[in-house]
């Protein structure tokens, strides 16, 4: 029976844990860049916000998760590979150039006021379009948005993931082992030129979980791997990565029926658009907030402004530009015979 493989999206059964995990960290990465160099010593903030970056580390185990389960059971050839790749731009690239709009035109719109602390307006054609094609790192350029290399990074591996899927198969176990182990390797790879090698061990953690998931693996044999993946991520980055990476897979794994915690899957619904946006947006509220008094009560409800405000701007934004582009990555079908 021919059987479309659908987009991670479209498939519930699991949602929920990945949306959670989704909602922390996009919460995360915005209370990091909201409070970095802005809010005082309180006493959360030594054990908590210096390790808030840490949610794009999760956002790599996610994605290393949703790619490889949306696929895994079905015979995903390589003629398939240019309509996985369409619907990889579809679900991504709209929100993603709407957001390098938004950021032009607010920066020039910023440069129009005196009271805006900021570097002047400018526009670099060759810098827009190495944006265009996630290469800013790779000629010198300039990130018009602190989070864009990590878009980067995942466009790296959706390309690269998408070629060794056509490798996986429950029939084929050794070419499936050994072209996963290759791209675990890449992370040993001693080299600062491609930053997306020195992930690929968080990646991994999130795809044996799909593995998992997808019943290629036993649970022992996950939670053996989940361990093993961790103390190599230890030694690669460092205890917190590794930490909260295992939080994530297991997370993901064992977390299927959890009750409750709506706003987390309201956030996590919205994550990448609140990922894209909070920095141009709630960054704003932030300058703004400098103006003010800067007791450490004044800088919590400046942050508290922040968030709530970049919240706003991400759920319009998702209704708008992210919505519609689902839609229209769920139109591209890649049918085959499920085994």
Not at 48 to 69: N, Q, R
Not at 86 to 112: C, D, F, G, V
Not at 151 to 166: K, P, R, S, T
Request: charge should be positive; aromatic fraction near 18%; include cysteine.
């Amino acid at each position: 029976m021919n059987k479309p493989i659908t987009d991670p999206v479209e498939q519930k059964k699991y949602l929920r844990s990945v949306s959670l995990i989704r909602g922390i960290a996009a919460l995360s990465v915005c209370l990091f860049h909201f409070t970095k160099g802005f809010i005082g010593k309180v006493p959360v903030s030594d054990i908590f916000l210096p390790y808030a970056w840490v949610g794009v580390e999760i956002f790599f185990v996610i994605s290393g998760f949703v790619i490889p389960y949306s696929v895994l059971g079905y015979p995903f050839k390589f003629k398939n590979y240019g309509g996985y790749i369409l619907k990889r731009l579809a679900r991504i690239e709209p929100a993603y150039l709407t957001s390098i709009a938004i950021i032009l035109i607010l920066n020039y719109i910023s440069s129009l006021f005196t009271i805006y602390q900021g570097d002047p307006f400018g526009v670099s054609g060759h810098n827009i379009l190495l944006h265009l094609g996630y290469l800013v790192d790779f000629f010198d350029g300039t990130w018009l948005n602190p989070v864009y290399w990590t878009l980067a990074i995942e466009f790296q591996y959706y390309l690269l993931v998408g070629l060794l899927m056509v490798l996986w198969s429950k029939n084929i176990k050794i070419l499936t082992v050994l072209s996963l182990l290759v791209f675990f390797a890449l992370s040993f790879w001693p080299q600062e030129e491609i930053k997306f090698f020195r992930h690929t061990d968080i990646f991994t953690i999130g795809i044996i979980c799909a593995f998992y998931k997808k019943e290629y693996l036993k649970k022992a044999h996950y939670l053996v791997l989940v361990a093993i993946l961790g103390l190599v991520i230890y030694y690669h980055h460092d205890y917190v990565i590794a930490i909260l990476s295992v939080g994530a897979s297991l997370g993901i794994a064992f977390l299927d029926n959890i009750k409750n915690f709506e706003w987390l899957n309201f956030l996590g619904k919205i994550s990448y658009s609140l990922y894209l946006i909070h920095v141009p947006i709630g960054g704003r509220v932030i300058n703004l907030g400098k103006r003010l008094d800067q007791t450490i009560y004044t800088q919590v409800l400046v942050v508290l402004a922040a968030v709530g405000v970049s919240i706003f701007a991400a759920w319009l934004f998702y209704i708008y530009i992210e919505k519609p582009s689902h839609r229209w990555s769920r139109r591209i079908k890649l049918k085959h015979k499920q085994v």
